[in-house]
């Protein structure tokens, strides 16, 4: 009955929707890997700013999930490079972070503060994967 009920969470992921997940703390990072996962999203993950611009080249995600305190390139750094490039200037960005900032909040496409519910992560993906 378990796996019933999630073959049909799972129909309600986009077909072959792409998110990149950006976070430095490991734990974290799996988890929101491991969550979109099984609910059919083809997910890539990084651990900086910078790994993730190489990512956003490649993989070309429909949405990032990205942590703005992060070494080597945090979140807002990350942001700033990708609305200054014209290629993607209008990848959807949401930041996940703990740190209450209303002006981040309104900078970005969507935040989600950390600790963040499972079922608002959920559906703030599908809300911008379904409009990507």
């Known amino acids: 009955m378990a796996s019933q009920g999630h073959e049909e969470q799972q129909k309600h992921a986009p077909p072959h929707r792409r998110v990149l997940v950006v976070e430095d ?10 969550v979109l996962t099984a609910e059919g999203y083809v997910v890539e993950t990084a651990q900086n700013g910078l ?3 190489a990512l956003v080249k490649s993989m070309e995600p429909d949405l990032v999930l990205v942590d703005l305190m992060m070494p080597v390139m945090n ?9 200054q490039n014209p290629s993607t200037a209008g990848l959807r960005v949401v930041a996940v972070s703990a740190i209450q ?10 935040y989600l503060r950390k600790p ?15 409009a990507a």
Do not use: K, M
């Not at 963040?116 to 379904?130: E, P």
């Open 25 to 34: 703390e490991d734990d974290i990072r799996d988890t929101l890997a491991d």
């Open 51 to 53: 790994e993730a611009l």
């Open 75 to 83: 979140g807002w750094d990350f942001h700033r490079r990708i609305r």
């Open 101 to 110: 900032d209303d002006n981040s909040a309104e900078r970005f496409d969507g």
């Open 116 to 130: 963040f519910d499972i079922s608002a992560l959920l559906a703030t993906v599908q809300g911008f994967c379904r």
